[in-house]
């Protein structure tokens, strides 16, 4: 009885026991240490990268300055798909994941244009004109619910709104106002997949504005899986084993479009050599060697 009662108090102290005994509960390891060799992967290739900031030399300089910017962005994505994958949250991740993609596709076509330095300037005077809208809307917000508002600021920013952003603006709308360009060289990401080096970036755009669409939009069909999922032996398995490819496939295009980035930004050192390491390392994880062996230009996709 002594026994017994020790017995049941130990297992009242552990984190999560199963004090019921229920058979229904079943433990599995978590994502981290199931997918444990890909998260050592995506550590490497952050670290890497987060060295590589602290050692990029003339920040001062403005296209310098402006692909470290690119870059750290692009970093901090990946890291945070690799938060919420080591918790198994991939239909979160993804929508991080679309975002590095946009990056991505922008910069490659930013690297296309005849003078670097103009677009670069394009891009950056784009970037302020939605911080300007930005500023624009919460004053409006302020006004309508009654909070003070800095009428001097507000001023300000309709005058910079008025006159040094009119190649922005498009036809105006039905009631006289604005209309403004959805983007500062006037091609939305579909577009600019197209318009990629990589044949494969219209593939990755459906993948991830269309297959996942659902999930980083939270429809309805992210959910109707789970609603109507049969609770039979053996769907947790099925479940986990699910789930681990989703975030595997997240994860690689996660690494796959940094890496890509990575590359596409002249003023930011990189080693070649070890990209085709990572992405041969990548390559293993996945089961075959699919992926190009370093980055890869529009001959060397298509010799494939």
């Known amino acids: 009885m002594a026994t017994s009662r020790k017995r049941k108090n130990q297992q009242g102290k552990r984190p999560g026991a199963r004090v019921s005994g229920n058979p229904q509960v079943e433990r599995v390891a978590s994502p981290r240490a199931r997918l444990r060799p890909f998260f050592k992967l995506m550590e490497d290739v952050t670290s890497a990268a987060d060295r590589t900031v602290l050692t990029t030399p003339d920040v001062e300089d403005v296209l310098t300055r402006f692909d470290a910017e690119i870059f750290v962005r692009g970093i901090n994505s990946a890291k945070a798909v690799r938060a919420l994958l080591e918790h198994g949250h991939w239909e979160h991740a993804v929508g991080v994941t679309r975002q590095l993609f946009e990056l991505l596709v922008n910069m490659e076509h930013l690297g296309t244009l005849e003078n670097r330095r103009e677009a670069t300037l394009q891009f950056t005077r784009f970037g302020l004109l939605q911080h300007l809208l930005a500023q624009q809307r919460k004053a409006s917000y302020n006004r309508e619910k009654g909070h003070p508002v800095d009428a001097e600021f507000a001023a300000t920013v309709e005058q910079h709104l008025r006159g040094d952003f009119t190649d922005f603006q498009g036809k105006l709308k039905n009631d006289g106002s604005v209309n403004w360009v959805k983007s500062w060289c006037r091609k939305d990401t579909a577009a600019l ?47 986990v084993a699910e789930t681990d490819q989703a975030s595997k496939d997240t994860l690689t295009f996660t690494l796959m479009f940094f890496l890509r980035l990575w590359v596409e930004l002249p003023h930011v050192e990189v080693s070649h050599e070890r990209v085709a390491v990572w992405l041969g390392e990548l390559s293993v994880l996945n089961g075959g060697p699919d992926l190009p062996p370093r980055p890869w230009t529009a001959e060397e996709v298509s010799a494939r």
């Open 193 to 239: 997949a197209k318009l990629s080096a990589d044949p494969m970036r219209s593939h990755h755009y459906n993948i991830l504005f269309r297959v996942w669409s659902e999930q980083a939009h939270a429809a309805p069909g992210a959910l109707i899986r789970n609603m109507f999922r049969e609770d039979n032996e053996g769907w947790v398995k099925k479940t």
